[in-house]
Protein backbone atom coordinates (compact mmCIF):
# COMPACT_ATOMS: atom_id res chain seq x y z
CA UNK A 1 0.00 0.00 0.00
CA UNK A 2 1.27 3.82 -0.67
CA UNK A 3 0.57 6.16 1.88
CA UNK A 4 1.13 9.63 0.47
CA UNK A 5 1.33 13.22 2.35
CA UNK A 6 -2.46 13.79 2.09
CA UNK A 7 -2.67 10.40 4.09
CA UNK A 8 -4.66 8.60 1.74
CA UNK A 9 -4.22 5.18 1.16
CA UNK A 10 -4.68 2.99 -1.83
CA UNK A 11 -4.57 -0.55 -1.66
CA UNK A 12 -3.57 -2.99 -3.84
CA UNK A 13 -7.26 -4.24 -4.18
CA UNK A 14 -8.72 -0.35 -4.26
CA UNK A 15 -6.03 0.05 -6.93
CA UNK A 16 -6.94 -3.16 -9.02
CA UNK A 17 -10.94 -2.39 -8.47
CA UNK A 18 -10.37 1.24 -9.96
CA UNK A 19 -7.86 0.05 -13.10
CA UNK A 20 -11.13 -2.12 -13.90
CA UNK A 21 -13.59 0.32 -13.50
CA UNK A 22 -11.57 3.18 -15.52
CA UNK A 23 -10.95 0.11 -18.37
CA UNK A 24 -14.82 -0.83 -18.50
CA UNK A 25 -15.82 3.13 -18.79
CA UNK A 26 -12.58 4.37 -21.16
CA UNK A 27 -10.79 0.77 -22.73
CA UNK A 28 -7.65 2.37 -21.34
CA UNK A 29 -5.88 -0.32 -19.30
CA UNK A 30 -3.07 0.88 -16.82
CA UNK A 31 -0.90 -1.46 -15.71
CA UNK A 32 1.08 -1.94 -12.53
CA UNK A 33 4.39 0.07 -14.32
CA UNK A 34 1.92 2.81 -14.23
CA UNK A 35 0.30 3.16 -10.77
CA UNK A 36 2.42 5.85 -9.34
CA UNK A 37 1.39 7.75 -12.39
CA UNK A 38 -2.28 6.86 -11.67
CA UNK A 39 -2.65 7.54 -8.31
CA UNK A 40 -1.03 10.77 -8.26
CA UNK A 41 -3.83 11.81 -9.88
CA UNK A 42 -6.29 10.24 -8.46
CA UNK A 43 -5.11 11.83 -4.80
CA UNK A 44 -5.41 14.99 -6.56
CA UNK A 45 -9.07 14.53 -7.61
CA UNK A 46 -9.75 13.13 -3.66
CA UNK A 47 -8.35 16.41 -2.47
CA UNK A 48 -9.49 18.60 -4.39
CA UNK A 49 -12.89 17.26 -3.86
CA UNK A 50 -12.24 16.70 -0.23
CA UNK A 51 -13.20 13.37 -0.32
CA UNK A 52 -12.11 11.32 3.54
CA UNK A 53 -10.80 7.99 1.77
CA UNK A 54 -10.38 6.70 -1.61
CA UNK A 55 -13.06 4.22 -0.98
CA UNK A 56 -15.66 7.72 -0.67
CA UNK A 57 -14.48 8.83 -3.77
CA UNK A 58 -14.74 5.68 -5.97
CA UNK A 59 -18.45 5.41 -4.39
CA UNK A 60 -19.23 9.09 -5.74
CA UNK A 61 -16.98 8.42 -9.01
CA UNK A 62 -19.36 5.02 -9.59
CA UNK A 63 -22.65 6.36 -8.86
CA UNK A 64 -22.56 10.01 -9.73
CA UNK A 65 -25.41 10.37 -12.43
CA UNK A 66 -24.13 12.99 -14.24
CA UNK A 67 -20.98 11.84 -15.02
CA UNK A 68 -19.21 14.53 -14.40
CA UNK A 69 -16.69 13.76 -12.28
CA UNK A 70 -15.36 10.28 -14.75
CA UNK A 71 -14.87 12.89 -17.02
CA UNK A 72 -12.75 15.20 -15.13
CA UNK A 73 -10.65 12.25 -14.19
CA UNK A 74 -10.50 11.23 -17.91
CA UNK A 75 -9.19 14.77 -18.59
CA UNK A 76 -6.35 13.87 -15.64
CA UNK A 77 -5.13 10.29 -16.99
CA UNK A 78 -4.92 10.91 -20.64
CA UNK A 79 -2.07 12.20 -21.78
CA UNK A 80 -1.68 14.75 -24.65
CA UNK A 81 1.24 15.66 -26.27
CA UNK A 82 1.49 16.91 -30.22
CA UNK A 83 2.99 19.89 -31.95
CA UNK A 84 2.24 20.79 -35.49
CA UNK A 85 3.72 18.85 -38.61
CA UNK A 86 4.44 15.96 -36.25
CA UNK A 87 5.07 13.18 -38.32
CA UNK A 88 5.08 14.50 -41.49
CA UNK A 89 5.94 12.17 -43.77
CA UNK A 90 1.61 11.09 -43.43
CA UNK A 91 0.76 14.32 -44.58
CA UNK A 92 2.95 13.90 -47.27
CA UNK A 93 1.77 10.58 -47.94
CA UNK A 94 -2.25 12.44 -47.80
CA UNK A 95 -1.45 14.89 -50.59
CA UNK A 96 0.53 12.93 -52.58
CA UNK A 97 -0.71 9.34 -52.84
CA UNK A 98 -3.75 8.80 -50.93
CA UNK A 99 -5.88 11.79 -51.54
CA UNK A 100 -5.09 11.28 -55.65
CA UNK A 101 -6.43 7.74 -55.70
CA UNK A 102 -9.71 8.77 -53.18
CA UNK A 103 -10.59 11.81 -55.87
CA UNK A 104 -10.25 8.63 -59.02
CA UNK A 105 -13.33 7.13 -57.22
CA UNK A 106 -15.39 10.41 -56.23
CA UNK A 107 -18.32 11.56 -58.14
CA UNK A 108 -17.83 15.69 -58.79
CA UNK A 109 -19.52 17.71 -55.99
CA UNK A 110 -18.72 15.27 -53.42
CA UNK A 111 -16.97 15.93 -50.07
CA UNK A 112 -13.94 14.44 -48.47
CA UNK A 113 -14.37 13.56 -44.85
CA UNK A 114 -10.75 13.78 -42.72
CA UNK A 115 -10.93 12.47 -39.13
CA UNK A 116 -8.57 12.77 -36.56
CA UNK A 117 -8.90 11.02 -33.41
CA UNK A 118 -7.30 11.60 -30.60
CA UNK A 119 -7.28 15.46 -32.16
CA UNK A 120 -6.27 16.02 -28.69
CA UNK A 121 -5.70 20.04 -28.26
CA UNK A 122 -6.22 20.66 -32.15
CA UNK A 123 -2.72 20.55 -33.07
CA UNK A 124 -3.36 17.75 -36.15
CA UNK A 125 -6.65 18.32 -37.13
CA UNK A 126 -5.26 22.23 -37.79
CA UNK A 127 -1.70 20.90 -39.69
CA UNK A 128 -4.22 18.78 -42.26
CA UNK A 129 -5.55 22.12 -42.92
CA UNK A 130 -2.83 24.05 -43.46
CA UNK A 131 -1.24 21.03 -45.16
CA UNK A 132 -3.96 20.76 -47.53
CA UNK A 133 -4.08 24.63 -48.60
CA UNK A 134 -0.77 24.54 -48.86
CA UNK A 135 0.67 21.72 -50.62
CA UNK A 136 -2.58 19.90 -52.69
CA UNK A 137 -3.36 21.02 -55.68
CA UNK A 138 -6.50 19.79 -55.77
CA UNK A 139 -7.74 21.41 -52.69
CA UNK A 140 -9.88 24.23 -54.82
CA UNK A 141 -11.90 21.86 -56.90
CA UNK A 142 -13.08 20.04 -54.09
CA UNK A 143 -15.20 20.14 -50.90
CA UNK A 144 -13.18 18.91 -47.76
CA UNK A 145 -14.74 18.44 -44.31
CA UNK A 146 -12.07 17.36 -41.46
CA UNK A 147 -13.11 16.52 -37.94
CA UNK A 148 -11.25 16.66 -34.40
CA UNK A 149 -12.36 14.22 -32.25
CA UNK A 150 -11.23 13.43 -28.36
CA UNK A 151 -12.29 11.79 -25.36
CA UNK A 152 -11.29 14.90 -23.22
CA UNK A 153 -13.42 17.39 -22.71
CA UNK A 154 -10.64 19.66 -21.86
CA UNK A 155 -8.33 19.39 -24.81
CA UNK A 156 -11.29 20.09 -26.91
CA UNK A 157 -11.77 23.37 -25.42
CA UNK A 158 -8.20 24.51 -26.21
CA UNK A 159 -8.30 23.36 -29.45
CA UNK A 160 -11.59 25.18 -30.66
CA UNK A 161 -9.73 28.78 -29.38
CA UNK A 162 -6.70 27.37 -30.94
CA UNK A 163 -4.34 29.09 -28.63
CA UNK A 164 -0.52 27.63 -28.82
CA UNK A 165 2.71 28.23 -27.18
CA UNK A 166 5.86 29.15 -29.81
CA UNK A 167 7.21 25.46 -28.35
CA UNK A 168 3.87 24.10 -30.24
CA UNK A 169 5.09 25.75 -33.65
CA UNK A 170 8.39 25.42 -33.80
CA UNK A 171 8.63 22.76 -36.80
CA UNK A 172 6.36 24.97 -38.47
CA UNK A 173 8.11 26.94 -41.49
CA UNK A 174 8.63 30.55 -40.88
CA UNK A 175 5.92 31.57 -43.61
CA UNK A 176 3.35 29.33 -42.65
CA UNK A 177 3.73 30.32 -38.98
CA UNK A 178 3.35 33.92 -40.61
CA UNK A 179 0.96 33.26 -42.81
CA UNK A 180 -1.67 30.77 -40.10
CA UNK A 181 -0.70 32.63 -36.68
CA UNK A 182 -1.73 35.57 -34.73
CA UNK A 183 0.35 36.93 -32.00
CA UNK A 184 -1.63 37.14 -28.77
CA UNK A 185 0.66 37.56 -26.02
CA UNK A 186 4.53 36.73 -24.75
CA UNK A 187 5.20 33.34 -26.42
CA UNK A 188 1.03 32.21 -27.40
CA UNK A 189 -0.55 32.55 -30.64
CA UNK A 190 -4.32 31.97 -32.26
CA UNK A 191 -4.44 30.33 -35.16
CA UNK A 192 -6.67 32.26 -37.81
CA UNK A 193 -10.34 32.73 -37.50
CA UNK A 194 -10.68 31.15 -41.26
CA UNK A 195 -9.05 27.69 -39.72
CA UNK A 196 -11.03 27.73 -36.60
CA UNK A 197 -14.27 27.88 -37.96
CA UNK A 198 -13.19 25.15 -40.86
CA UNK A 199 -12.70 22.58 -38.00
CA UNK A 200 -15.70 20.88 -36.58
CA UNK A 201 -14.25 19.39 -32.73
CA UNK A 202 -16.47 16.57 -30.86
CA UNK A 203 -16.23 14.35 -28.11
CA UNK A 204 -16.17 10.90 -28.91
CA UNK A 205 -14.86 7.51 -27.12
CA UNK A 206 -13.40 5.25 -29.62
CA UNK A 207 -14.70 1.74 -28.18
CA UNK A 208 -18.51 2.79 -27.24
CA UNK A 209 -20.20 1.38 -30.54
CA UNK A 210 -22.94 3.91 -29.79
CA UNK A 211 -21.15 6.97 -29.98
CA UNK A 212 -19.33 5.81 -32.62
CA UNK A 213 -22.24 5.05 -34.78
CA UNK A 214 -22.20 8.85 -35.51
CA UNK A 215 -19.13 9.05 -37.88
CA UNK A 216 -19.32 7.56 -41.05
CA UNK A 217 -18.20 7.87 -44.46
CA UNK A 218 -14.51 9.03 -43.73
CA UNK A 219 -12.46 8.63 -46.73
CA UNK A 220 -8.77 9.26 -44.75
CA UNK A 221 -8.20 8.94 -40.63
CA UNK A 222 -5.42 9.78 -38.68
CA UNK A 223 -5.47 7.94 -35.39
CA UNK A 224 -2.14 7.51 -34.34
CA UNK A 225 -0.70 6.85 -30.70
CA UNK A 226 -3.79 5.98 -29.30
CA UNK A 227 -4.19 2.55 -29.65
CA UNK A 228 -1.06 1.68 -27.26
CA UNK A 229 -2.57 2.46 -24.71
CA UNK A 230 -5.55 -0.01 -25.25
CA UNK A 231 -5.43 -3.81 -24.52
CA UNK A 232 -6.12 -6.63 -27.07
CA UNK A 233 -9.51 -6.77 -26.68
CA UNK A 234 -10.08 -2.83 -26.73
CA UNK A 235 -7.88 -2.38 -29.42
CA UNK A 236 -9.87 -4.47 -31.83
CA UNK A 237 -12.87 -3.12 -30.77
CA UNK A 238 -11.38 0.10 -31.30
CA UNK A 239 -10.16 -1.03 -34.53
CA UNK A 240 -13.72 -2.79 -35.87
CA UNK A 241 -15.32 0.80 -35.18
CA UNK A 242 -12.69 2.43 -37.16
CA UNK A 243 -13.45 0.01 -39.82
CA UNK A 244 -16.66 1.10 -40.37
CA UNK A 245 -16.61 4.79 -40.27
CA UNK A 246 -14.48 4.48 -43.03
CA UNK A 247 -15.81 4.55 -47.08
CA UNK A 248 -14.12 1.11 -49.00
CA UNK A 249 -11.22 2.53 -50.12
CA UNK A 250 -10.49 4.26 -47.29
CA UNK A 251 -7.25 5.16 -45.64
CA UNK A 252 -6.05 4.85 -41.73
CA UNK A 253 -2.45 6.47 -40.51
CA UNK A 254 -1.08 5.01 -37.29
CA UNK A 255 1.65 5.99 -35.28
CA UNK A 256 5.09 5.42 -36.10
CA UNK A 257 5.38 2.50 -33.61
CA UNK A 258 1.95 1.05 -34.12
CA UNK A 259 0.91 -2.12 -36.74
CA UNK A 260 -2.58 -2.48 -37.78
CA UNK A 261 -1.48 -6.33 -39.10
CA UNK A 262 -0.75 -7.32 -35.58
CA UNK A 263 -4.41 -6.01 -34.49
CA UNK A 264 -6.47 -7.21 -37.02
CA UNK A 265 -6.98 -8.89 -40.60
CA UNK A 266 -9.31 -6.40 -41.98
CA UNK A 267 -7.24 -3.51 -43.65
CA UNK A 268 -4.55 -4.32 -46.14
CA UNK A 269 -1.19 -2.34 -46.32
CA UNK A 270 -0.29 -0.15 -49.00
CA UNK A 271 2.84 1.07 -49.05
CA UNK A 272 3.71 4.42 -50.41
CA UNK A 273 6.77 6.26 -51.41
CA UNK A 274 6.13 8.08 -48.04
CA UNK A 275 4.33 6.17 -45.84
CA UNK A 276 2.85 2.95 -44.84
CA UNK A 277 -0.60 3.43 -44.32
CA UNK A 278 -3.80 0.96 -43.93
CA UNK A 279 -6.76 0.77 -46.38
CA UNK A 280 -10.20 -0.39 -46.23
CA UNK A 281 -10.85 -2.55 -49.11
CA UNK A 282 -13.27 -1.80 -52.01
CA UNK A 283 -16.28 -3.61 -52.29
CA UNK A 284 -15.19 -6.00 -55.05
CA UNK A 285 -12.38 -6.88 -53.37
CA UNK A 286 -13.87 -8.02 -49.74
Not at 208 to 231: H, Q, S
Request: hydrophobic share 35%; aromatic share 16%.
Amino acid sequence: MLKTEFEVIISDTDFERFVEFFYRKSGIYFDKSKRYFVERRLIERIKSGEFSSFKNYFLFLRYQDSGRELQELINTLTINETYFFREEYQFKCMVNSMLPEIISRKKPGSTIKIWSIPSSSGEEPYSICIYLLEYWKDIDKWDVEVIGSDIDTSVIEKARKGIYSKRSLDTLPKDIFQKYFNHISDGTFQISDELRESIRFTIVNIVDETEMKKYRGFDIIFCRNLLIYFDDLSRKLAVENLYDALNPGGFICLGHSESMSRISPLFKIRKFPEAIVYQKPLEEEE
